[in-house]
């Protein structure tokens, strides 16, 4: 998957500037896709550039003014044809788990902050996902919801990056309980 494939599909419900784009991306698609604010501005050019989008300058009175985007149906048809597309299976790439992987050649203590910080890291997470899928589901149960909501596709990548989250507090707290109990042994073993 390209970066301008989740750009377009963070812009199919409204129209957004690069910052609320920017917003989007650290609150809904960081689920599934990371990117930094000055990559989307990038990105935002070359679709435009593409005719994938379409921009339009919003005069502001109080501040400076802003260009907004939407996509246009060129852009849906790329959607449309990447989403027809044979799927990658997801891989993982993750410094954290080279470090762990070494854990018997270094440093145990240093393994556990880390992992403890990912631990925080991941209840972060974890609230400010379930903050999003209770806004996106207003007042209905989540059957209700995920029956007649009208953003489904939202709420369905919410609820894998919940589940991403949940695994990696999950597993960096068996991850601590394990270096910590071994240290132990060595220790009263010493």
Known sequence: MALRHAVLAALLDEELSGYQLAKSFRLGVANFWHAQPQQLYVELTRLEKDGLISGREVVQESRPNKRVFTVTDAGRAELE????????????????LVKVYSADHVDSDILIVLLAERVESARDKIELIGELLRTLRGDRTEEEFLRRGERVGPYLTGLRGLAFEQGNLEWCERAIAVLTQRQADRDNHA
Do not use: E, G, N
């Open 81 to 96: 044809y990447f989403t027809a597309a044979v799927a990658k299976p997801s891989v993982i790439r993750d410094d954290l």
